[in-house]
């Protein structure tokens, strides 16, 4: 099967300097980028060519007033040592909602899936044999057009590279509830995965650090009083034997890990409530000693433990549990994820090999 998208590939690829077994997130790429321009109302034809550094005029919109969205997903090996994507449609879906809520075109769905294919076909020997590695996706989009004022962009770049990553490095993780700042708040961007949620979130990720936590626990804007999620993940409660998670609210992002946790626990018959959760609730239920676990749910880790949790002035720890639900749920999705269980919801996605000339 040839590649609808133009490739030109790499004469000097990294992947021989490349040490696999100590890769530091976020710092290590692999060769090639796939990118498509949005001018005159319309998407060229995607190329995927050698990643390297772009050029841009310094009025370029995206840089000024921030319309900038990106995905982040994962490429795995399955058993059979061959890549397959998890549920990229729905990160397809979710890009186009977040750039019809910066006033940013769609981009082709298909079209996307197939990017995708295609250019972890390309790095497929970017994904080690190290267990548990995978390939690190990150599309993006933002305005590219060079002009200063408040109107949407007329110019959009989309790009996809990715990364080779090791093992997720399972530490439990502790949480502050806070009181004073904002992720965001209804009618705002907050189901968006915009750029600037995450500029907004770094001075409170800070002081939460100061205080001696790993992460901020994010409460509604109004009234500082319901749950929403953790930094990059949802978040998820065990309380009296139920599982439950926030209802997104158009402030919470709609996870497709806290989507595929769900859709777990209805198929291996675990109790599962989406609702409001207010942190009063979650106090009570601490001291009736009524929380069974806490976790959070995202892309990166699958699922990641906490271990210690304050609310107002109220502390509470845990342990992990090894027979916990959380660790279940964790290990049905990493094994539907690579194949080691059926995957009977048809959610992972065969990147096919093509026979490149
Ligand atoms: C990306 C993201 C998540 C997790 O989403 P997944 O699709 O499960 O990776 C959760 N919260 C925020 C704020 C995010 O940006």
């Not at 090996?77 to 449609?89: A, C, H, I, M, S």
């Not at 990017?115 to 267990?131: G, N, T």
């Not at 004073?180 to 600037?196: D, P």
């Not at 676990?293 to 549990?321: C, P, Q």
């Amino acid at each position: 099967m040839e590649s609808k998208f133009h490739i030109t590939k790499t004469n000097h690829s990294r992947i021989n300097e490349t040490d696999f077994e100590n890769l530091k997130f976020g710092t290590v790429f692999s060769d090639h980028m796939f990118e498509a321009d949005f001018k005159d109302g319309e998407w060229s034809k995607g190329v995927i060519r050698p990643l390297e550094n772009l050029s841009f005029h310094p009025a370029m919109v995206a840089l000024h007033y921030g319309q900038s969205i990106f995905e982040g997903m994962k490429a795995f090996k399955n058993v059979d040592g061959e890549p397959v994507l998890f549920r990229p449609e729905l990160h397809a879906q979710r890009l186009n909602k977040s750039a019809a809520r910066l006033c940013m075109p769609d981009f082709p769905e298909q079209e996307f899936v197939e990017a995708l294919k295609a250019l972890v076909d390309v790095d497929r020997k970017w994904i080690s044999d190290v267990e548990g590695a995978s390939l690190y996706i990150r599309p993006f989009m933002f305005a590219s057009e060079s002009f200063l004022g408040v109107r949407a962009a007329t110019e959009y770049k989309l790009l996809i590279f990715t990364m080779p990553v090791n093992k997720y490095y399972d530490h439990p993780v502790s949480l502050i509830a806070e009181e004073k700042y904002v992720r965001a708040a209804e009618g705002g961007v907050g189901e968006a995965k915009a750029s600037g949620n995450y500029a907004a979130s770094l001075l409170p990720a800070k002081l939460a650090k100061e205080k001696g936590f790993d992460q901020a626990l994010w409460l509604d804007g109004k009234e500082f009083k319901y749950i929403q999620e953790v930094g990059t993940m949802n978040i998820f409660f065990v309380i009296d034997g139920v599982v439950v998670t926030p209802a997104t609210d158009g402030a919470i992002l709609k996870g497709i890990t806290r989507k595929s946790l769900i859709e777990i626990c209805k198929d291996m018959d675990i109790s599962v409530e989406e609702r409001k959760i207010s942190i009063d609730e979650l106090i009570e239920a601490g001291k009736d000693g009524k929380i069974d676990e806490v976790f959070g749910a995202g892309t990166a880790a699958v699922v990641s433990h906490v271990n210690r949790m304050k609310l107002r002035d109220y502390e509470i720890n845990f342990e992990i549990k090894e027979d916990g639900i959380s660790k279940k749920l964790k290990k049905q999705l990493t094994n539907i994820r690579t194949g080691k269980v059926e995957d009977k919801f048809n959610w992972v996605v065969p990147v096919p090999s093509a026979i490149l000339v």
